[in-house]
């Protein structure tokens, strides 16, 4: 299947600080990136579509000056979280597909972030 | 608000055993509905996409169906293994938007 890479795996920052988190589609070109958060014991949670070339549609209740999205080519989009606080601290996952909005995803890794 | 249930949260079998687990999803505005089988320290990997009712639809000794009228798909695992031990998430797709909207998982783990 198509191979999806998410970097870094996880990270430390101290609090204040952004953290910039990269996606890459690496076999196929992907103009539709999702990203998603997943809290302890919960499922993944939709944060934001990610479209080459255009603004990300965020979800209701996550707020887009605190995740920056930013899908700049085919194959990769970056999630920064800005002034991160220990609450930001979570698991966040993308996924991209490679064709028609029915047919399966495929996901990055993941990161773990630790805001300390 | 969208709301996809899957049950049991968790389960242990024993190696042999069969398995089978819900996800439960809204009825209309249906799209589509994926499965996907989540090991540790990996990626999610697709096992099924399924877009009719009455779809079935079979990987090896892993097999789901899907019933869109009353919202619920079950996916079934026949002699589980050690190595089928994992979550699974079921994914729904409202309308046409592309996005998934998962379920919590369930657990499964597979004694020797």
């Given amino acids: ?116 | 608000i969208l709301n996809v249930e899957q049950s049991p949260q968790s389960l242990h079998v024993q190696e042999g055993d069969s398995t089978n687990f819900t996800c439960s999803f809204p009825s209309s505005n249906f799209y589509a509905l994926h499965w996907y089988r989540w090991e540790t320290a990996k990626s999610p990997e697709a096992l099924f996409v399924m877009t009719l009712n009455g779809d079935e639809k079979k990987k090896g000794r892993i097999s789901a169906t899907l019933n869109t009228k009353e919202g619920y798909s079950y996916l079934y695992i026949k002699g589980s293994q050690p190595e089928d031990s994992a979550t699974y998430l079921c994914a729904f797709i409202p309308g046409n938007t592309g996005k998934l909207i998962f379920g919590q998982g369930t657990t499964l783990q597979v004694k020797p």
């Fill in chain 1, 1 to 116: 299947g198509a191979v999806v890479s998410q970097h870094p795996s996880r990270v430390i920052c101290k609090s204040g600080t952004s953290v910039k988190i990269e996606c890459r589609s690496l076999d196929f070109q992907a103009t539709t990136m999702f990203w998603y958060r997943q809290f302890p014991k919960q499922s993944l949670m939709l944060m934001a579509t990610s479209n080459e070339g255009s603004k990300a549609t965020y979800e209701q209740g996550v707020e887009k000056d605190k995740f920056l999205i930013n899908h700049a080519s085919l194959t990769l989009s970056t999630l920064t979280v800005t002034s991160a606080h220990p609450e930001d601290s979570s698991f966040y996952i993308c996924s991209a597909r490679a064709g028609s909005v029915d047919t399966e995803a495929f996901f990055g890794q993941g990161t773990r972030l630790t805001v300390v």
